[in-house]
């Protein structure tokens, strides 16, 4: 009965960390925040922040 949530919110976790791969927190650090906070909120910080080594040019 509560399985298929979970197994659905881990999910979006793994892919939040797969995203999360080229930044300073790496995937496993993205990883762990989705699931402490939301995948979703992990999820736009990670769209509203650049990769790591990511020179911008000026």
Do not use: H, N, W
Request: proline share 5%; net charge positive; aromatic share 16%.
């Amino acid at each position: 009965m509560y399985v298929a949530p979970l197994i659905i919110y881990l999910f979006l976790c793994v892919l939040v960390g797969y995203r999360g791969r080229d930044t300073r927190l790496g995937s496993f650090g993205c990883f762990l925040a989705s699931v402490i906070f939301t995948p979703v909120l992990v999820f736009v910080v990670l769209l509203l922040t650049e990769p790591a080594g990511y020179q911008s040019q000026k």
